[in-house]
């Protein structure tokens, strides 16, 4: 029992998150912000596999959560909002708190194919070739999309809020933030087995020295390929959650900004930590939203300094500046990040005896 007790607590702090969104308790700014949180944490995570653990360089990660959201919008309003493009829904709106969770995994399968594309030739070479591929599949996967009309082009997609109204109207719950949770939870345990399991142990050689892992007997272009198909598909999990809270989606919100983003968020909390990318997930979603209230506080503030012109006021893209700035800050004065390699039950060994994902 005492093993599973902060899986309990975790358990209890998720449904008590549910019951007070459920009582009015929580307001709709409050509710965005932890589904973006739980968003984050799916998407660093991911990109933590491949970039932390298995040590290679992947620039472009926004590309997979965009092909995921995509995905999962398209099926979401063929199945239940229809429209000029689908014509009638395809199933009744009742059946969307069964069908979404298929519509989750579909988008992850969807983004962990073109994850396969793109990591079939990059793997045949060496060094920062990665970096370089997975920067021009992220701008070829936008191009494509913002090119293809009858999904709306550069307008972006719409119709996914009727499939939020539909679970909405068969029971009053959040269910945007209880898919969020459980889809982080389960995310989470997938690549905790992953990295613990025989073939995490191929990953973590490759990063120490894949010649050495060739020696050995380890397939390591099966393991860097399987790597990143999980990567890309965790991506595409965050991409139709992401999608889906917004109720719209547009082939711009995934551009390099915000696979640098996700760059941040690994590097802060430690390559190869999983603990590190959670933490560092929510350390950024705080950031980010704290960011939005900075910069017009410092403009009164300003202002009422006369340091500025009256007609001139600082941009909410400067934080777009402070952002990159933090991963070169990284880079220069702690690489490894908050935890480096290592997990809280490292740094705090008695939490092994409070904690299990088996």
């Known amino acids: 029992m005492q093993r599973h007790a902060l899986n309990i607590l975790m358990l209890i702090g998720a449904a008590g998150l549910v019951l007070a969104a459920q009582a009015g308790l929580l307001d709709n700014y409050v509710l ?32 997979f959560m965009c092909v995921g959201a995509y995905t999962g919008s398209l099926l979401s309003a063929a199945l239940f909002a229809g429209g000029k493009l689908f014509g009638a829904p395809l199933l009744p709106p009742e059946l969307a708190p069964l069908f979404f969770p298929l519509i989750i995994v579909a988008s992850g399968l969807c983004a962990a194919v073109f ?19 997975t ?52 995310c989470l345990t997938l690549l905790y087995r ?25 397939d390591t272009n099966r393991v860097k390929i399987t790597a990143f198909m999980v990567s890309s598909g965790l991506a595409g999990v965050a991409g139709v ?14 551009n390099i900004l915000k696979s640098t983003e996700g760059l941040v968020m690994v590097y802060l909390g430690g390559m190869g930590s ?27 503030l300003l202002h009422g300094l006369n340091l500025l012109p009256g007609d001139f006021e ?15 800050l990284l880079m220069q004065f702690r690489p490894e990040g908050l935890l480096g390699n290592r997990e809280l039950t490292q740094i705090f060994p008695k939490l092994k005896n409070w904690i299990s994902f088996k």
Request: aromatic share 10%; glycine share 10%; net charge negative.
């Open 32 to 63: 965005t912000v932890l589904m973006f949180m739980g968003i984050n944490i799916i998407f660093a995570s991911g990109l933590n596999l491949v970039n932390g653990y298995m040590g290679e360089f992947s620039c472009g990660h926004a590309g």
């Open 115 to 133: 994850g396969l594309i793109v990591a079939l030739p990059s793997f045949h070479t060496r060094g920062d070739y990665l970096a370089i591929i």
């Open 135 to 186: 920067i021009a599949a992220n701008y070829i996967i936008i191009s494509v999309i913002e090119n293809i009309d009858a999904i709306g082009g550069p307008r972006g997609f719409f119709g996914m809020k009727k499939t939020v109204n539909a679970m909405y109207a068969v029971a009053d719950l959040p269910w945007m933030l209880l898919w969020v949770i459980i889809s982080a939870a389960l």
């Open 194 to 218: 992953l990295v613990t399991s025989s073939g995490g142990k191929g990953i973590a050689a490759v990063c120490q020295n894949e010649i050495a892992a060739e020696i050995m007997g380890v």
């Open 241 to 254: 959650l992401y999608a889906h809270v917004y109720g719209y989606v547009n082939a711009q919100a995934f």
């Open 274 to 300: 999983m603990s590190g990318a959670v933490l560092a997930a929510v350390a950024f979603t705080l950031l980010v939203e704290g960011l939005r209230f900075a910069v017009p506080a410092l403009n009164d």
């Open 314 to 328: 600082i941009s909410q893209i400067w934080k777009w500046v402070i952002i990159p700035l933090i991963l070169i």
